[in-house]
């Protein structure tokens, strides 16, 4: 019933910048924690940043100071902020959020991912 929709990768130079978006649509009461995840070939997926419904944020210490996450509570939508890209960013970007449904029950849900690729 919930879809999670991201945008925004692409290939970019080291030093650029891209920001990535993720939509959120269906039978959606409302959203909770929302969080980027990405994982590169071989290696685990791994958390980049969260935000919660009331603004509070966590970044890995490998993207702070470079990324920052925001997000539009009318919108549905969470936004990743990636500035000052290094080739180690270069990894799939997966959205999650915990969604409560108009159910009332909760669900955790991931986007599809969007491939992010930073040339040297």
């Known amino acids: 019933q919930v879809q999670l929709v991201e945008s925004g990768g692409g290939l970019v130079q080291a030093g650029g910048s891209l920001r990535l978006s993720c939509a959120a649509s269906?039978?959606?009461?409302?959203?909770?924690?929302m969080g980027w995840y990405r994982q590169a070939p071989g290696k685990q997926r791994e958390l980049v940043a969260s935000?919660?419904?009331?603004?509070?944020?966590y970044y890995a210490d490998s993207v702070k100071e470079r990324y920052t996450i925001s997000r539009d509570n009318v919108k549905r939508m969470v936004y990743l902020q990636m500035n000052s890209l290094k080739p180690e960013d270069t990894a799939v970007y997966y959205c999650?959020?915990?969604?409560?449904?108009?159910?009332?029950?909760?669900?955790?849900?991931w986007g599809k991912g969007t491939l992010v690729t930073v040339s040297s």
């Open positions: 269906g039978s959606i009461f409302s959203i909770n924690t």
């Open positions: 999650k959020a915990d969604v409560t449904l108009t159910t009332r029950s909760t669900v955790l849900y």
């Open positions: 935000i919660t419904s009331g603004g509070s944020t």
